[in-house]
């Protein structure tokens, strides 16, 4: 026998994951998106409280429906559509689960599957293919252009002709930083709504708290495309990735068909208690966005300052290059304590902003590797 006897499609790969590397070796970690800005101590008390009121309960199972969350992730939503738009989320609009990824695998079990397609727009979130993998749904790719945003056109005739039953979108997309203007949104709603038995549009959303003044959520949207998924997370801006909570705004009809797919019970009461706790204290858990917002501006500045190619970003991150060695430049850099992520188009790298001390770390770092080692494309031309 082959052992293990695993689907023949998985076998000999690595599972993803972003390395991990210690902090002994590393004291400035900036490649995974992470806030760096941690729960106060009320809001950890808070959080620990609810949680110890939750333990003990733990002989049932928790709330399936997990409506009391559903109903603050609604008035949490609401912020962003009320004023601009004059209407509220309503509860039964939001379905939330353990972080985004599993969204994006629910609405895939779902609304994928063999014979269906899912199609994104490349460079892109590295976990879709594999959603679509796992649920043996069929990938297909177009293209960014090469200031990474989406040329409307060819991107609806890719649809008319794929016909896909998701398509997945980040905006702020990752790892470019790119947001899609509300044309590009509806105008994907509306193609996809086109072919029977027609497909969704999920706008990822996982950094949508960090978009720049003036660019707006495909929330508002919502009224208008039944297709139209927004999905967010508490991991990103809320400074909440280890609780593990994401969710999905969308059509209610929407939110029910994921109850079908949903593994029972899967939100555990700790879980829906410690997001709850912390979406009390949403102003303060959110208030360092707008510091992070400008640093992101300034570090954009600064890299381009230094002659090096960086990508418009709305999200806590920036990607800039371009390195003839991006591994080596990577490793240069880790050398010098700071980790980053070596993802996106050949040649570039991407940094997640942390605090002013550590990207002046960052940038102090950088600096030696470039002056020791002109590395980088621009550099060596004269
Ligand atoms: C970080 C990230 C997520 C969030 O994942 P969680 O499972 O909610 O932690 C989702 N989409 C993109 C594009 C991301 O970068």
């Known amino acids: 026998m082959v052992f293990p006897p695993l689907r023949e499609e998985l076998r000999g790969l690595a599972p993803y994951g972003a390395p991990q590397v210690s902090l002994e070796r590393a004291p400035v970690q900036l490649n995974t998106n992470e806030n760096p800005y941690g729960p106060s101590a009320a809001c950890a008390a808070d959080i620990a409280e609810a949680v110890r009121r939750a333990a003990t309960t733990l002989n049932r199972y928790p709330d399936r429906e997990h409506v009391e969350l559903r109903e603050a992730l609604a008035a949490y939503l609401s912020r962003d559509t009320e004023p601009t738009r004059g209407f509220r989320v309503d509860p039964a609009q939001v379905w939330a ?7 994006m695998l629910q609405l895939l079990q779902a609304f994928g599957g063999p014979g269906r397609r899912a199609l994104s727009f490349a460079p892109t979130y590295s976990m879709y293919p594999e959603y679509a993998r796992d649920t043996v749904t069929d990938w297909v790719q177009g293209h960014r252009e090469d200031d990474f945003t989406l040329d409307l056109d060819r991107a609806r005739a890719l649809v008319l002709e794929q016909q896909p039953s998701v398509v997945l979108l980040p905006s702020p997309n990752n790892p470019t930083g790119t947001a899609l203007p509300p044309e590009a949104v509806g105008m994907l709603c509306e193609a996809a709504a086109s072919y029977e038995p027609g497909g969704l549009v999920v706008i990822d959303e996982a950094y949508g708290e960090f978009r720049r003044a003036g660019t707006p959520s495909a929330l508002e949207l919502l009224p208008e495309h039944r297709n139209l998924v927004v999905t967010r997370t508490m991991s990103k801006a809320f400074a909440l990735a280890g609780a593990r909570l994401g969710y999905l705004a969308a059509d209610p009809a929407i939110c029910d068909a994921i109850r079908i797919v949903r593994l029972p019970y899967h939100l555990s009461a700790v879980t829906q208690a410690a997001a709850l706790a912390a979406l009390r204290h949403a102003p303060e858990l959110l208030g360092k966005v707008d510091d992070l917002r400008a640093e992101r501006d300034r570090t954009v500045e600064s890299l381009r300052a230094r002659g090096l190619t960086v990508a418009d970003s709305d999200a806590n991150f920036v990607l800039f290059g371009t390195f003839a060695d991006r591994h080596a430049t990577w490793e240069q850099l880790l050398e010098r304590g700071v980790l980053v992520r070596e ?39 004269p």
Request: aromatic content about 4%; cysteine-free; overall charge negative.
């Open 97 to 103: 689960a353990n972080g985004s990824n599993e969204i």
């Open 343 to 381: 993802t996106g188009p050949e040649g570039w790298l991407r940094v997640s902003i942390g605090t002013p001390e550590e990207m002046m770390a960052f940038e102090a770092a950088l600096t030696e590797v470039l002056t020791q080692d002109p590395l980088t494309e621009e550099a060596s031309t």
